[in-house]
T-cell receptor, first 112, second 116 residues
Framework: GESVGLHLPTLSVQEGDNSIINCAYS??????FIWYKQESGKGPQFIID?????DKRQGQRVTVLLNKTVKHLSLQIAATQPGDSAVYFC???????????FGQGTELSVKP | GAVVSQHPSRVICKSGTSVKIECRSL??????MFWYRQFPKQSLMLMAT?????????EQGVEKDKFLINHASLTLSTLTVTSAHPEDSSFYIC????????????FGDGTRLSIL
């Protein structure tokens, strides 16, 4: 089902540091996972995705790690910049895509 | 690539008005589009899934007669909030996907709906 929360978890980091955002997903049958970044007043922006047959995938400054044993997903952002400040959502899907189930989101705040 | 345009970005109208929101995929053909609702500081809540040329599939608790969805072409889906009331005020976001395996959804920038 949908994830609904009253308070967004927050993560505050210093500019230049690495950030790690964590997500626990709900469905052991999920086979596709996506991280999105949402800036204030905008729609979610695709960052990186990973299939369930992988444990790790790297992009530009970002790495996603998948641990299916404990149903855990993480997003690592290297050398975090003020422009990275946003809310980050993980999303899971099964049957290779289609309908997404979103996590509750984490608000990342980068201090200059 | 994979640009989704949503219009209008903001609507303010009186209670009882019907409001139409458009979602367009600009550079790809979207076999499937999704409509979400988002409250402040909360996650996205899926309202319905729309496939081109067929009736939308609504999530449990979403009134289909209240939220009319049309997906008449591979690049356009519309959401009409009929007889809107203040409790319908929210941030509505659409997304689109080509429908292939392991294809992410690409999102529009949302529509802020305020019903007075």
């Amino acid at each position: 089902g949908e994830s609904v929360g009253l308070h967004l978890p927050t993560l505050s980091v210093q500019e230049g540091d690495n950030s790690i955002i964590n997500c626990a997903y709900s469905n052991s049958a999920s086979d596709y996972f996506i991280w999105y970044k949402q800036e204030s007043g905008k729609g979610p922006q695709f960052i990186i995705d990973i299939r369930s047959n992988m444990d790790k995938r790297q992009g530009q400054r970002v790495t996603v790690l998948l641990n299916k044993t404990v149903k855990h997903l993480s997003l690592q952002i290297a050398a975090t910049q003020p422009g990275d400040s946003a809310v980050y959502f993980c999303a899971e899907a099964y049957n290779q895509g289609g309908k997404l189930i979103f996590g509750q989101g984490t608000e990342l705040s980068v201090k200059p | 690539g994979a640009v989704v345009s949503q219009h209008p970005s903001r609507v303010i109208c009186k209670s009882g008005t019907s409001v139409k929101i458009e979602c367009r995929s600009l550079d790809f053909q979207a076999t499937t589009m999704f409509w979400y609702r988002q409250f402040p500081k909360q996650s996205l809540m899926l309202m319905a899934t729309s496939n081109e040329g067929s009736k939308a599939t609504y999530e449990q608790g979403v009134e289909k007669d209240k939220f009319l969805i049309n997906h008449a072409s591979l690049t356009l889906s519309t959401l009409t909030v009929t007889s809107a009331h203040p409790e319908d005020s929210s941030f509505y976001i659409c997304s689109a996907t080509t429908g292939g395996s392991y294809q992410p959804q690409h999102f529009g920038d949302g529509t802020r709906l305020s019903i007075l």
